[in-house]
């Protein structure tokens, strides 16, 4: 099994910027696949970005541009530079992992996960 430990949410105001992280242990070498999702109250846990074991990323169009996923594969960490936050950015954010192999936009589905993290409230105020 495989234990993700999230960090680094928080309060922050409009046109800021906040990296979160979230780091996989448990087992050994990366996963194929490392990603964030976020859910808003009342609202569909939604994709937001994902990058590959070899460096390839997607993002969801709503944050393009703005946000950023990196890896650290030594240490199976991924990382969200969130910059230009805006209020509807405000959700809970997911990290997950995967040791399954998928076509790159197969990783845009939460199916395609089979681990997560516990969340991290990221609120961005007006």
């Known amino acids: 099994q495989v234990q993700l430990v999230e960090s680094g949410g928080g309060l922050v105001q409009a046109g800021d910027s906040l990296k979160i992280s979230c780091a996989a242990s448990g087992r050994t070498g990366s996963s194929s696949a490392m990603g964030w999702f976020r859910q808003a109250p009342g609202k569909e846990r939604e994709f937001v970005a994902v990058?590959?074991?070899?460096?390839?990323?997607i993002y969801a169009d709503s944050v393009k541009g703005r946000f950023t996923i990196s890896r650290d594969n030594s240490k199976n960490t991924v990382y969200l530079q969130m910059n230009s936050l805006k209020p509807e950015d405000t959700a809970v954010y997911y990290c997950?992992?995967?040791?399954?192999?998928?076509?790159?936009?197969?990783?845009?589905?939460?199916?395609?996960?089979?681990?997560w993290g516990q969340g991290t409230q990221v609120t961005v105020s007006s």
């Open positions: 997950a992992a995967t040791y399954a192999i998928s076509s790159i936009s197969g990783y845009r589905k939460a199916n395609a996960y089979g681990y």
């Open positions: 990058i590959t074991r070899s460096g390839n990323t």
